[in-house]
């Protein structure tokens, strides 16, 4: 990552730090998917964490988390002309990959006000583009999309399924707003098969990263505590390709990397000439790849 793009994120570190906690250790106890109030406690969590949100990324991913973005990237197949929508936008690191892949439109969704303003700082401040679009940011809910049916032609979510308060709603929003023929690429957080790797992904993730990510971020809010917790008792690879697939999709595949600590899940929408890159031999990639 460039040096330029991490000096704001030490800019606004205090500016960002919060004292209000969100998720206790109590609150974690149980899986943090049942709370009947998680949207507003994610809400409130990213808005705590936006300003060293990608510092504490690079940092604890190894750098790693910007090789599974361009991975997705190039599942979704992007192509001119395409209208992609990213939803859970955050910051912006996949939109801007999206934007840099040449479609003709980009938007980002998030709902998360504090993480929007970092986004289009971003968006505003990378002139001459090449023709390639500048990224449209909105506010808006995974849940309940403000587009058309039938509006976009890839959509995209990056580590924020597990954040939905009911994902099998945003899957069937994402399926609505699909054309046929249309992609969609869920990213998300794994846990390694490998026994072993699975026990030092655990030692890492559950012991070291809270401690060292909520330093980064002198955050108070439970964020780097939920987040573990949040991988850990959220739907396993079967269970969410079986949702995919229930919502409308077809042709789902799982695309590993990292030895597994990331997925890219596939999915094309019925219909149409998607030309991505399951008709072009996508494959599964085996635990042992880095990328």
Excluded at 3 to 20: D, G, H, V
Excluded at 85 to 92: E, F, H, M, R
């Amino acid at each position: 990552m460039a040096p330029r793009a991490i000096i704001p994120q030490l800019k606004t570190r205090e500016r960002q730090s919060s004292s209000n906690v969100v998720w206790s250790a109590t609150d974690l106890t149980d899986s943090p998917h049942a709370a009947p109030d998680k949207a507003e406690r994610v809400r409130a969590m990213f808005a705590g964490i936006a300003g060293t949100y990608d510092l504490n990324n690079r940092l604890h991913s190894l750098g790693r988390d910007q090789a599974w973005r361009r991975r997705a990237v190039a599942l979704a197949g992007v192509r001119p002309g395409d209208e992609v929508l990213d939803v859970a936008c955050g910051t912006g690191d996949l939109t801007e990959a999206l934007a840099a892949a040449g479609p003709a439109t980009v938007t980002g969704v998030d709902f998360t006000a504090e993480m929007l303003d970092i986004a289009r700082e971003k968006a505003s401040g990378r002139p001459g583009r090449d023709g390639r679009p500048t990224p449209e940011y909105r506010a808006g809910d995974a849940m309940a999309l403000t587009f058309d049916d039938g509006s976009f032609d890839v959509v995209t979510i990056a580590f924020g399924i597990r954040n939905v308060a009911e994902p099998a709603r945003a899957v069937a929003e994402f399926r609505r707003v699909l054309r046929p023929g249309g992609r969609l690429v869920i990213l998300e957080f794994s846990r390694p098969r490998n026994r072993l790797l699975r026990g030092l992904s655990g030692l890492y993730c559950d012991r070291i990263m809270p401690v060292t990510a909520s330093w980064v971020a002198r955050d108070r809010t439970g964020a780097y505590r939920y987040l573990p917790k949040s991988v850990a008792s959220f739907l396993d690879r079967e269970e969410l390709t079986g949702l995919l697939t229930g919502a409308g999709f077809a042709d789902v595949s799982e695309n590993q990397m990292t030895f597994g600590i990331a997925v890219a899940y596939l999915a094309h929408v019925p219909g149409g000439a998607s030309g991505g890159p399951s008709e072009s031999g996508a494959r599964i990639q085996r635990p042992g790849e880095l990328e």
